[in-house]
């Protein structure tokens, strides 16, 4: 009997060893080239499969050889199949201005989407209207207003406490984007000489009143620079309803 009991009890405990094994931990996604360096997105899960972390890391060899001339560039992070199960993230898209743009942003800056739709779906988001619609003021957070449209991108929605908007200079900042009146992206603005001169930067994330979507929704932007690499985290996730 004792040994029936035990041939029984070993398959559910390597299971469950398994399954564990799966929910938890870091997960990386495929390192991809960013100009002469590298980058790639990660999940950090807990034991129950929800989300602690989610973020990308670049090395310092794409941080300090970025080019000052040219076009803007895009390179695109797939998320896990770990990170898009458990967050509302599809994929995360580093984008590269050189030369930033006006009326505020005219330093050479880093944009960080962590897109809610997928590749095809970023591509498609050409509508003028669609580009140009309005959320429910409940969906963005409160004091964010509505700033330009960008085609294949959406319209970014500001802190309006921001320093930029009132007589300071633009280092970083946080950005709601939108697509036919709903959320698409999360965004991290951030310049190239405050990345460099920082070890850690901490700040709450806006959060809106109502989420169309039921999820984990994070409520802490993190960056830091250690070991030869940066990292941009959305961290402290919280559990979303639908409303």
């Known amino acids: ?54 973020g990308l890391t670049i090395d310092d060899a794409a941080i300090n050889n970025m080019p000052t001339m040219g076009h803007e560039s895009i390179v695109v992070l797939p998320l896990t199949a770990a990170a898009q199960n458990a967050t509302p993230f599809d994929h995360i898209e580093v984008n590269w201005n050189p030369h930033g743009h006006e009326p505020f942003y005219g330093l050479p800056h880093f944009d960080f989407h962590f897109y809610m739709v997928s590749e095809a779906e970023v591509l498609a988001a050409t509508d003028t209207a669609k580009l140009d619609a309005n959320p429910a003021p409940e969906y963005v957070p409160a004091n964010f207003i509505g700033g330009p449209y ?33 959320l698409t992206f999360y965004e991290p603005m951030i310049t190239l000489d405050f990345l460099k001169s920082i070890t850690t930067l901490e700040k709450a994330i806006p959060q809106p009143v109502k989420y169309l979507k039921a999820g984990n929704y ?11 690499v940066t990292d ?12």
């Open 150 to 182: 960008i085609s294949q991108m959406g319209k970014h929605f500001i802190d309006a406490a921001s320093p930029e908007l009132n007589g300071g200079l633009f280092t970083e900042l946080f950005i709601y984007g939108t697509y036919d009146g709903k």
């Open 232 to 243: 941009v985290v959305l961290d402290s996730f919280v559990q979303r309803q639908a409303s």
């Open 218 to 228: 994070p409520t802490k932007m993190i960056v830091t620079r250690h070991d030869g």
């Open 1 to 54: 009997m004792k040994t029936l009991l035990l041939l029984v009890t070993l398959p559910i405990l390597l299971f469950s060893c398994k399954k564990n094994d799966i929910l938890s931990g870091t997960f990386e996604g495929p390192e991809k080239s960013i100009q002469h360096g590298k980058g790639r997105s990660w999940v950090k899960l807990d034991a129950n499969g929800a989300p602690l972390q989610l």
